[in-house]
């Protein structure tokens, strides 16, 4: 929040008058005159302390300040700034947008889908049972348990978790002010399909899981 | 009932929508006001102030959230009674119970004989002592103000009202975050999500229940503190992370969250100071006050889980200082670069040497229960004892939809709302998802910090929708394409829109106003004007509404179902709907307290320690607070071993009573058959010598009570206890006699005897089976008792002369000799 090597206010003049300097003459000046660390806010303060009734204890403030920023100085006679000329490598660069919602969905999606619980207990991707001619069907959800899943049913109900969340998304992209109509309708159509699906699919699944939900 | 809440709560959520669209609407509705009668404007919209309403339709809100929440919590205390539930609930209770007898500081230096027999537990010293003195607080000003109250109501309803007090910090949190409205919605959200009621019905009085509270409330004061880099504010923090430090173990979780929050912004380079002073002081305040609870003492300077606190505030001084430098530095810029990255060099630092110092054991390393969150693994191997917990699990999809329903869809989106419009605070929240949700991903008992977060981030991914689509008048009127207002501030948007309208009312001589009278007959060419239908938008606002009306009975229905039952009184539900209940644990405490000798001690595997010690008030081996482990893992041992082995540990334990819980007989499924597998792996943890788990499965690896089951399991004193002359009852007439419900089996082992243990109480549905353990026996007579003794002659009677003691009577063999004129020690050597 410093404004720091900016352009600041002098203390002696009028704070609204500022004047581009060279940065070696500035640095001089700032040495010399004003090296307070809230320079932006201390101009404006002495003005107002001009004017204002109260200049008494401004000035004592003002007088403490001076001899602390004395004190500050002392090392920067001695110590001199090396010349230096530095780049930011080039590959630090801030994500772009898209990407950082498809981390954060992707991740969403698998915390959501009890990963956590896949990697400690190993339960079977998909279970199965034996019906009464002895045939081995393939069971998609662990019934009655809330406590346990197979993979499969965690990856398809989480799923259906991120695509309700796409349909919220699209739905607020839908309010964008220069968009085409045809696409709007479309998204808008794509979002109450998405949230739809997501919702019955998640209901279902539950059913599923739990007969007894809701009765 | 059920139904009455459920319509109480359905309103609620309708009016959280009513005032999601609040400003707008009234908004609207004064600005129609003042077109249709220009005469009546004046006095209309001096009567109608837009902020007067707001605020009194939000304080209407809240206090509906407030009371919702608590009455949607009350399933447990209408269906049964007003009881404390499940097992650490006892200890506290019976805890505040001692307090407000005995004053605070005898409590804290209460020394409880009744746990952990041979040792004892110190318990000033070993919990948070926040619960119990809220409650004693409350207590002690009823009775002030002369309200009689029995301390075990206030323990019951705590709970439920700190949850209302919870909703009103989420709210006041959400609105410094976002807005007012967003802080409604997540207010109403919180009041009734079943992952935070979970843990916060009426009678389950644990410490999370006014933690929650705690938690909120800190981030609320602490965002408000990097708002305004105000003192004050961040003194506040730091005093209610006190009041979260005396209350929960959970305090970790703001500990370590909030410094992520600055190093976080200052490597988003937001670091501004604001951010200095109020982190400066929360630390510093935050620590002093820390150490003062008795239980956490020097743990915050030396353990790892704070250290990351430390290590960011050493990294934000340097930082400070270097920023400092910047003002004296000509081309800064520049340089900015390189400090930025100096910076980072020193963080890591920073921690390598937080490794280093607990590698050489200066910090303590993480606890068991923190290194599992990192390491999933670790629990399951290394300490059985905390993977045994079924809290302690890792979550399933079930659970996040159980306990978030429609907040898991809207809580990506609100993260994304979020990051997109990113602030100082914005950052805070994002993180505090993140973190919550891969926490909740590993334990299920952290579903509880994730709850409020996912409510928050819902709320405001709602009122940003809805900000928009449930604004249906303002895109009709306005003739240029409404840009969504993203609002800091609650009041800036009302404000603003207060300006439009002002705009829209100047304009009135254009043809505009005509069509304001009928909105949704707009001509097809002025539609593309406007973004969307109002049709569509009254559609979306609609099935929004619908989504909140389900969202609500599903939350009534998990709460009252699933989360609302004491678990220490079973009801069971007839075919015609009566109910039917089962009180065995109660009687059978009942019967301890009454027919056994005071300090009688009692062994039982460590779940039901604290419930004896509350209700039956007789001594426990083992307890809920599971310190020490190898002692568990000796009654484990006990349990796990033959009769004969077993009666030898009872005797070194000192042991007169064993109580298992058994629910062979009605089919409860939460008895210690169940849970014995946990006790052999927590007893071969310590004695691997002695019991293996492999010899208690079958074969094929299965565990059975049938009669393939493995000998070793068929013979254990466990298995006896409960299944003690069960094979002689006949359940039901379809069944073989000895046919064990829960597990849908006949049992193995059907006649045997007990050898050192005696049945002293069953109780009516033979949950709780009580065995007294008989002394030691009286030593068999030898076969030969008539033997003749022979008598030697005693040695020191002998006639053999020593030298120097002839004829001397009754000498004691070796005693020292004084010989004089010698030194002592020459005659050692």
Known sequence: ?215 | MAAKVTTNQSSIKDDSELTANDPELQTNVSSKKRLSSSSNMLATSSLISPTGLTSLISFIVLTCAYISGFMSRLFSVIRFESIIHEFDPWFNYRSTAYMTENGFYNFLNWFDELAWYPLGRIVGGTIYPGLMVTSGVIHWFLHMINIPIHIREICVFLAPFFSGLTALATYLFTKELWSRRAGLFAAAFIAIAPGYSSRSVAGSYDNEGIAIFALMFTYFLWIRSVKTGSVFWSSCTALSYFYMVSAWGGYVFIINLIPVHVFVLIVLRRYSLRLYVSYSIFYILGLILSMQIPFVGFQPVRTSEHMLAAGVFALLQAYAFIDYLYTKIPRAADIKQLFFGLIMIVGLIVFAAVVVLTYAGYIAPWSGRFYSLWDTNYAKIHIPIIASVSEHQPTTWTSFFFDLHLLICLFPVGAWFCIKELTDERVFIVLYAVFASYFAGVMIRLMLTLTPCVCVLAAIALSKTLDYYADTETSDMSTSPVVPTNDGDGDDTESDKNNRNLYDKAGKPKPIPGRRGTPGTNPEAEEDTSIVSSNIKTVVVICIAMMLMLFAVHCTWVTSNAYSSPSIVLASYNNDGSRYIIDDFREAYYWLRKNTPERARVMSWWDYGYQIAGMGNRTVLVDNNTWNNSHIALVGKAMSSNETEAYKIMTMLDVDYVLVIFGGMIGYSGDDINKFLWMVRIAEGEHPKDIREQDYFTENGEFRVDRTGSPVLLNCLMYKLCYYRFGELQTDFRSPPGFDRTRHVEIGNKNFDLQHVEEAYTTEHWIVRIYKVKKLANRLQAKNALRQVQRRKSIYSTTKKVAGQARKQGVILNKPQIKKGTKISKRKT
Not at chain 1, 75 to 88: A, E, H, S, W
Not at chain 1, 171 to 199: E, G, H, W
Request: aromatic share 12%.
């Open chain 1, 1 to 215: 929040m410093i404004p720091n090597a900016g352009i600041r206010p002098c203390r002696n003049e009028n704070p609204a008058y500022i004047r581009p300097y060279t940065a070696k003459i500035r640095y001089r000046l700032q040495c010399r005159i004003t090296a307070s660390s809230t320079t932006g806010k201390y101009g404006q303060f002495t003005a107002n302390a001009k004017s204002s009734p109260t200049i008494g204890i401004s000035f004592l403030r003002l007088y403490k300040r001076k001899t602390m920023e004395n004190l500050y100085r002392l090392p920067f006679t001695i110590v001199q700034c090396p010349n230096l000329k530095l780049k930011k490598p080039s590959w630090i660069r801030k994500p772009s947008n898209t990407v950082v919602l498809f981390g954060l969905l992707v991740s969403y999606f698998l915390v959501t889908a009890g990963v956590i619980y896949d990697i400690i207990v190993e339960p079977p991707s998909v279970g199965s049972t034996t019906d009464e001619y002895g045939h081995h069907k393939p069971v998609a959800f662990m019934a009655w348990r809330i406590n346990g899943q197979y993979i499969m049913e965690g990856l398809a109900a989480s799923f259906m978790f991120t695509l309700g969340g796409l349909g919220f998304i699209l739905l607020d992209q839908t309010n964008k002010p220069n968009m085409p109509r045809l696409n709007r309708v479309l998204m808008i159509i794509c979002s109450f399909i998405f949230i739809l699906v997501a919702y019955c699919a998640t209901k279902i699944f539950i059913r599923i899981k739990m007969p007894s939900y809701l009765t």
